[in-house]
RNA sequence: GGAGGCGUCGCCUAGUCGGUCUAUGGCGCCCGCCUGCUAAGCGGGUUGAGUGUGAAAACUCUCGCGGGUUCGAAUCCCGCCGCCUCCGCCA
């Protein structure tokens, strides 16, 4: 949600936003109507309480005919005090669904551009060279089930398409990684969580999720419960309606969690193995901070996503996504994209957002220090969505043989093993 | 799932057969006094948030949440949530 301070004092700011967005623009002249109108009823309301306070407070002194006579005073004041309440109700409703339809402010520097715009900031590390070694590169499904390590039919026959069965090996690639992702995050300074997966329509809406991209979030009817699709979302709501110390700032949570996605409207696209699935585990990085200290923050989470991918030795790009693809509560968004051999292509693995105040505002999250009490800020970045990752391990470091190169950091997760071997 | 109890300002707590509660008292905290220092003692302050202002003043909201009754609700009624105890079921 948007400042309705802002609103009033620098609407221009919003309407250029909108047009980055690709967003409507008169949706700001709606607003300010809108908030005009808010403003009104309130102050009618406040005046109109006031008023019947006080005579209540005479009411509760008086007697006899006196009495009687500020009762009829009373009674019909407080009809008029229940009109303007439903005034106040009614001009706040529409005032807030206006608001909602905002996305954040895009920052300054962010490229201009949707969704096929794609702004490579960086590429770090060299694709291996197949043909020079001699042999083409198999998918990671390929691989996966040479390994008896990726069971996408059996997936099917349980759960249904885009549902798999990690085993063996490449289970146990998950578990490394899973305790690996948490070393990282620990030398990184995060605060380990393991949050509820299910959560109630007020954590899901709050951080952004019920709008434009409600079809693609599970829900369960019978106990108003969504699925999480990321733990950027009970991560986000863990601290919601509160007011946190500015001395406790920054504070850094890792949280892991299954991740849950319809991918409604994706029919037939990456249908192929593990890539786009419904159900995937995630380690993902979440950051509370000062609003002056966001963009510095969102930094730190890019850089630690670089050092995490690196370490793993998959060569990567780092992408500036473009303003009409920022999705409603970032400001600024890095995708890192890792290479995948079979597809001849960088394919997107991790992602960080700066989402500002805009979150922090529709979970009512706020900070206090010497300045008083205001919005704080919130980031989100992946640090390990194991089934991509487990993509672009198999894929990059593959043998000829159908065997996988353990890279060097994960072995003392695996026990020691250099290599993943198909069994014969 | 069944039965009962509870939910007040950071913590504890008074108030609950409706009328000022703009909520009692204690602890804690803050300021001051006093004293080599500290502690103790004494005096004062202290719910929080929102709107507003240069700063104030002022106003609104706030007794788990949401409705209802009423001129008026911490107090009465209904629904929900959370916590505790017991029973049932259970990883």
Known sequence: MLDAKLLRSDPDRIRRSQVARGDSVELVDEAIAADLARRETIATYERLRAEQKQLGAQVAKAAGDEKVALLARTKALSDEVKAAQASVETAETTFTALME????????????????????????????????????????????????????????????????????????????????????????????????????????????????????????????????????????????????????????????????????????????????????????????????????????????????????????????????????SAARKYDCYGWVPSQGRYREITSTSNCTEFQARRLNIRMRDAAGVRPIATLNGTLCAMARMIIVILENHQQADGSVVVPEKLRPYLGGIETLTPPR
């Not at 159900?279 to 200290?293: A, I, L, T």
């Open 101 to 328: 339809r905002f996305g954040n402010l895009v920052a300054d520097g962010v490229p201009t551009g949707g969704e096929d715009d794609l702004y490579v900031a960086e590429t770090i590390g060299t694709p291996r060279d197949f043909s020079a070694e001699g042999f083409t590169p198999r998918d990671h499904l390929e691989i996966g089930e040479r390994l008896d390590g990726i069971d996408m039919e059996r997936g099917a026959k349980v759960s249904g398409s885009r549902f798999y069965f990690l085993k063996g090996q490449v289970a146990r690639l998950e578990f490394a990684l899973i305790q690996y992702a948490l070393d990282k995050a620990l030398s990184y300074g995060f605060t380990p969580m393991i949050p509820p997966t299910l959560v109630k329509p007020s954590a899901m809406d709050g951080t952004g999720f019920l709008g434009q991209a409600a079809q693609d979030v599970y829900y369960l009817p019978a106990d108003d419960l969504y699925l999480v699709g990321t733990a950027e979302v009970p991560l986000a709501a863990y601290h919601s309606d509160e007011i946190l110390a500015d001395a406790l700032l920054p504070i850094h949570y890792a949280g892991f969690s299954p991740a849950f996605r319809r991918e409604a409207g994706s029919h037939g696209r990456d249908a192929h193995g593990i890539f786009r699935v419904h159900w995937f585990d995630k380690f993902e990085m979440f950051v509370y901070c000062r609003p002056e200290d966001a963009v510095a923050e969102h930094e730190k989470l890019l850089e630690f996503e670089k050092d995490f991918i690196s370490s793993l030795e998959i060569p990567f790009q780092v992408l500036d996504v473009a303003s009409g693809d920022l999705g409603l």
